[in-house]
Nanobody
Framework: QVQLMESGGGLVQAGGSLRLSCVAS????????MSWYRQAPGKQREMVAT????????????VKGRFIISRFTNPGDNAKMTASLQMDNLKPEDTAVYYC???????????WGQGTQVTVSS
């Protein structure tokens, strides 16, 4: 079992920055990847950025050069892991609920955070 706790959403003007964090706890050693997804009203959920077990990353084209995903084990607490999404030069079209995702290496169940709202005003 993995628990995910997200933070960092909010309201920002276009061109501004936000940093989202997702703290994973539980069986984090079984990590395959951690990702950020987003879902805007009336649209399907889409992958924003992924960081794999080996540290390689993948970012959707529309946010390349603006968003960076990173991951680290929490200092002094190796039972927790944090995946962060640094979002710079935000645009109104980035407005969505952002969800953290944990995909295990073994097993079929994937885990989702509760979501955090990001609103970018023009």
């Amino acid at each position: 079992q993995v628990q995910l706790m997200e933070s960092g959403g909010g309201l920002v003007q276009a061109g501004g920055s936000l940093r989202l964090s997702c703290v994973a706890s539980g069986t984090i050693y079984n990590i395959n990847s951690m990702s950020w997804y987003r879902q805007a009203p009336g649209k399907q959920r889409e992958m924003v950025a992924t960081i794999s077990r080996d540290g390689s990353t993948n970012v959707r084209d529309s946010v390349k050069g603006r968003f960076i995903i990173s991951r680290f084990t929490n200092p002094g607490d190796n039972a927790k892991m944090t995946a962060s999404l640094q979002m710079d030069n935000l645009k109104p079209e980035d407005t969505a609920v952002y969800y953290c995702n944990f995909l295990p290496l073994i097993g079929t169940e994937e885990y989702w955070g509760q979501g955090t709202q990001v609103t970018v005003s023009s």
